[in-house]
C-alpha cells in the first residue's frame, strides 16, 4: 500500500523469496531463448505460461503469446472453432495471472487484445469484472477495462452511470467511481442525450449527490476531486473567447521614433517607440487555439497592402496551438505625413477556423477597430543610441499623474468579453450555482477546519468574482481569497509552493483589476517629472510574487518592474510584446531555461537579472547534446550546418540559446553564480549590440 514504510523480511520470508527469484531466473533464462528462436511449440507456449502465472508484469512474455496466438491462428487455416479454443485459453491465462495481480498493466492490455479479435464472448466479462471490483473497488486498471466492455456490447451510458451511482454509494472513497463518473457525464453532455441536453438541468442535481460525500467525510479527498471537476464544468465556456488584443479597440495609437521630444501630448498608455516600419497586434483568447491566419483574421487597413499577414503562436513549446497570437503591421513605405491617420479593422469568427485544443470552435463574430498615427519627431543618430543606461533605483522614477488625454489600456477590453444571447442565459444559473456553493462552504467551514475546504471556498470565490458584472464590481472577494491562501500556507506545508502561486496569481488579478488600482503602481521613468516624453514604468516589485498572471491586462506594457519578488520562472511573459526594458533582479531564478519567454521579445533592450541564482545549481549538460538543447523547444531551430560550436558555445549552452536572437543595448547580470571574465567575454560576443554590462559601458 501507498505511504507505508518497507520492513526487513524475516531470515524465512527472505529465504522464500531467493528461492522463488532463482526459479523466476530459470523460467526467464528458458523463455527468452524460445522467444529469440521464434519457437511456439505447446512447451514453449506453457513455459510463458508458467512464467506469467508467477509474474505477470513480464511485459515482453505477453509479446511473446500474442506471437504464439498468431502463428497458431495461421496454422488453424481460419477454423472457427479452433480459433475459438486458441483465444479462450488465452483469456484463461489472463485471468490466472489477474488473480495473482490484478493491477496489471501487461495482462489488462493483453485480455483488451484478444477480445478485439472477435472470435470470443464478451458476455462473460462484466461478471469477471464485478469479482475485481469487489477485491478492490477503487482499481483503475478495472474500471478502464469496464469502459472498453461496456463500449464493446453497446451498454449505454445512462446504465454505467447509474453504476458508478451504485458504486459511490457503497463507498464514498471510490476516487475511480467518480472519475469514471465525470467521463460518462461528459460524454453525455457533449453528444447531449436526451436528459442531458444542458448543464443547467443536469449539474445541480451533481452538486447535491457530492456534498453527501463532501459532508460525511470531509476529510475523504474522492468527493473534493469531484467538485472540482464539477466547478470547472459550471464556470467554463466551452468555445473560445477572445478576451484582450493590443492596440485595444478604439483606442488611438501613435507610433514615435527613436526617442520622443519634451513636451510631447500623447498619452504614454497609446505610445509606442517604433525602431523599424513595423508594429504588432496581438490578439489574448480564453484558452490555446490553433488557426489563426490570414483566413479566419481579416485585417482591413491600408498598413498591410502589400501581402498577407503572417501570424506567429507566442508558444513556448513550439506548439501550433497557443492563447497568444501576434503578427506585425507594416507602415507604408515612403514618408509619411505627420497628420496621417491610418483606421485599423479587425474581425474574426466570420469564418470557421480557429479551433481550441479541445475540438471547440471559435462562433462569436466579432469586430474591433483603432487608429494609427505616425509622429515624426527628431530623433538622435544611430550611433548615439543606447549610451543612455536604464537606471531601476527609486530616484529615477516620480509618481504619474493621469491626465485628460491618458485612456485606459484596459478598460475596453472587456468589451471583448460580450456574450451572445446562449451565453446570458447560462450565465444566471451558473452565477447562482456558484453563490449556493459559496453558502454551503461557509457553512461547513463554521464547523470544522478544513484544509480542502478552505481552497475549495478560495477558487469558488474567485470563479464567483470572475463572473460578477460590471467589471468595477470584479475580485470583490479578493482580500478575504488572499487571507484563505495565507491560512492554508500555515496549516499545510507540504504543499506551502502551489498555495504560494495561487496567493501570487490572485494578487495579480486584484492589482489589475481596475484602471485606477493600476494606475497607482505606474511610474514615470525619467529624470525630470515634467518629461512626459520618457517611458512609463509599470512597477510589480516587492509582492513576493512566485508566479506570473493577468497577462491578457498588461499588453500595453513597455517597461516592467518585477524585482524583489520569488519568481522561479517568467513563464507567460511572451505575451508582452511591447516589452522593451525587464528587471528581474533579486528573485531565485535558478537558470537561464527560466528565461525562455524573453526569446519572443523582440523589442527588448534593456534587461536586468543581477542577483538571481543563476549557475548556483547544477545541470545535467548531458541532455543538450542534441538539437534541442534545454527541456522542450529551445534549440529546436538550431542548424548544425550554420552554427559553429565553440568552447564558448559548449560552455554556456542555456545562455547561447537564449540569447542569442535578443537586440539588448543594456545587460545586467552580476550577484549571479555563473558570473566571471570568461562568462562577460561570452555574453559580449553573443550579444554584439550590447552597450552596457552590469552598468559599465563597453568600448
Known amino acids: 500500500m501507498h505511504g507505508r514504510p518497507r520492513k526487513p523480511l524475516k531470515p524465512e520470508d527472505a529465504a522464500a523469496s531467493a528461492a522463488k527469484a532463482e526459479k523466476l531466473r530459470v ?165 447531449k442525450v436526451e436528459g442531458f441536453v444542458s448543464k443547467e438541468k443536469v449539474l445541480p442535481d451533481e452538486y447535491e449527490f457530492v456534498h453527501q460525500a463532501i459532508f460525511t467525510d470531509p476529510d475523504d479527498q474522492s468527493g473534493w476531486f469531484y467538485h472540482l471537476w464539477l466547478l470547472d464544468q459550471t464556470v467554463r465556456v466551452d468555445s473560445p473567447q477572445l478576451v484582450s488584443s493590443w492596440p485595444t479597440p478604439g483606442s488611438d495609437l501613435i507610433l514615435l521614433g527613436d526617442r520622443c521630444l519634451d513636451g510631447c501630448a500623447s498619452s504614454p498608455f497609446t505610445r509606442f517607440h517604433l525602431d523599424s516600419r513595423t508594429f504588432p497586434l496581438v490578439l489574448y483568447f480564453n484558452q490555446a487555439v490553433e488557426g489563426v491566419n490570414s483566413s479566419t483574421i481579416t485585417v482591413d487597413s491600408e498598413l498591410n497592402t502589400n501581402k498577407d499577414l503572417v501570424w506567429k503562436p507566442l508558444s513556448s513549446c513550439n506548439s501550433k496551438a497557443a492563447q497568444v497570437w501576434v503578427t506585425q503591421l507594416n507602415l507604408p513605405d515612403g514618408n509619411t505625413h505627420s497628420s496621417k491617420v491610418f483606421p485599423v479593422e479587425v474581425s474574426l469568427g466570420h469564418s470557421q477556423g480557429i479551433i481550441s485544443s479541445s475540438g471547440f470552435h471559435y462562433s462569436n463574430p466579432f469586430c474591433f477597430a483603432f487608429r494609427v498615427s505616425l509622429q515624426l519627431v527628431e530623433t538622435q543618430p544611430v550611433e548615439a543610441l543606447g549610451k543612455e543606461i536604464i537606471s531601476w533605483r527609486d530616484e529615477s522614477f516620480h509618481n504619474y499623474n493621469a491626465h485628460s488625454q491618458d485612456s485606459s489600456p484596459i478598460s475596453s477590453l472587456y468589451q471583448l468579453s460580450i456574450k451572445n444571447d446562449n451565453e446570458l442565459t447560462d450565465f444566471e444559473w451558473r452565477a447562482a450555482t456558484i453563490a449556493k456553493e459559496i453558502d454551503h462552504f461557509r457553512e461547513l467551514l463554521s464547523l470544522i477546519n478544513c484544509k480542502i475546504g478552505k481552497l475549495t471556498l478560495a477558487r469558488l470565490l474567485m470563479a464567483h468574482d470572475a463572473m460578477t458584472c460590471p467589471p468595477a464590481n470584479k475580485f470583490s472577494h479578493s482580500e478575504e481569497v488572499l487571507e484563505l491562501y495565507n491560512d492554508l500556507m500555515r496549516l499545510d506545508p507540504t504543499h506551502v509552493q502551489y498555495y504560494k502561486d495561487q496567493h501570487s496569481l490572485v494578487l495579480l488579478q486584484q492589482v489589475t483589476s481596475s484602471w485606477e488600482s493600476l494606475l497607482s503602481r505606474c511610474f514615470h521613468y525619467s529624470n525630470s517629472p515634467s518629461n512626459r516624453g520618457s517611458p512609463m514604468c509599470l512597477q510589480l516589485k516587492n509582492l513576493s510574487l512566485s508566479r506570473l498572471g493577468s497577462f491578457d491586462k498588461l499588453l500595453w506594457v513597455q517597461m516592467l518592474d518585477l524585482s524583489h519578488n520569488e519568481l522561479r520562472s517568467i513563464e507567460g511573459l511572451e505575451a508582452l510584446q511591447l516589452l522593451s526594458c525587464l528587471n528581474l533582479s533579486n528573485n531565485i531564478l535558478g537558470s537561464f531555461t527560466a528565461l525562455e519567454p524573453i526569446r519572443q521579445l523582440k523589442s527588448l533592450r534593456a534587461l536586468n537579472i543581477s542577483y538571481n541564482e543563476i549557475g548556483a545549481h547544477s545541470i545535467d549538460t548531458t541532455k543538450y547534446l542534441c538539437s534541442s538543447p534545454l527541456s522542450h523547444s529551445v534549440g529546436s531551430e538550431w542548424n548544425h550546418g550554420q552554427t559553429v560550436i565553440d568552447d564558448d558555445i559548449k560552455s554556456y549552452w542555456e545562455a547561447y540559446f537564449i540569447l542569442k536572437g535578443l537586440n539588448l543595448t543594456q545587460f545586467d547580470i552580476v550577484g549571479n553564480a555563473i558570473v566571471n571574465e570568461k562568462f562577460k567575454s561570452f555574453l559580449i560576443k553573443v550579444l554584439p549590440g550590447l552597450k552596457w554590462l552590469d552598468g559599465e559601458q563597453l568600448h
Not at 515482453?60 to 480459433?83: C, F, G, I
Not at 484463461?92 to 483488451?112: I, P, T
Not at 464472448?121 to 469479482?131: P, Y
Open 27 to 191: 523460467l526467464q533464462s528458458q523463455f527468452l531463448h524460445n522467444h529469440h528462436n521464434h519457437i511456439y511449440s505447446k512447451e514453449a507456449v506453457e513455459l510463458s505460461t508458467k512464467l506469467l502465472e508467477t509474474n505477470p508484469e513480464l511485459y515482453t512474455a505477453w509479446n511473446y503469446r500474442k506471437l504464439a496466438v498468431q502463428h497458431k491462428m495461421t496454422e488453424s487455416d481460419s477454423d472457427p472453432d479452433s480459433l475459438k479454443s486458441i483465444l479462450d485459453e488465452e483469456l484463461r491465462v489472463v485471468e490466472s495471472a489477474l488473480r495473482q495481480n490484478f493491477k496489471s498493466y501487461g495482462a489488462w492490455h493483453h485480455r483488451k487484445w484478444i477480445l478485439s479479435k472477435g472470435h470470443s464472448s464478451i458476455d462473460n466479462e462484466l461478471r469477471l469484472l464485478d469479482k475485481f471490483q469487489k477485491a478492490d473497488s477503487r482499481n483503475f486498471h478495472a474500471w478502464n477495462y469496464r469502459r472498453f466492455v461496456a463500449a464493446s456490447m453497446n451498454r449505454s451510458e445512462e446504465d454505467e452511470l447509474k453504476y458508478t451511482e451504485d458504486m459511490i454509494c457503497n463507498n464514498f472513497s471510490n476516487y475511480s467511481a467518480w472519475h469514471n463518473r465525470s467521463l460518462l457525464l461528459s460524454n453525455l453532455l457533449k453528444r
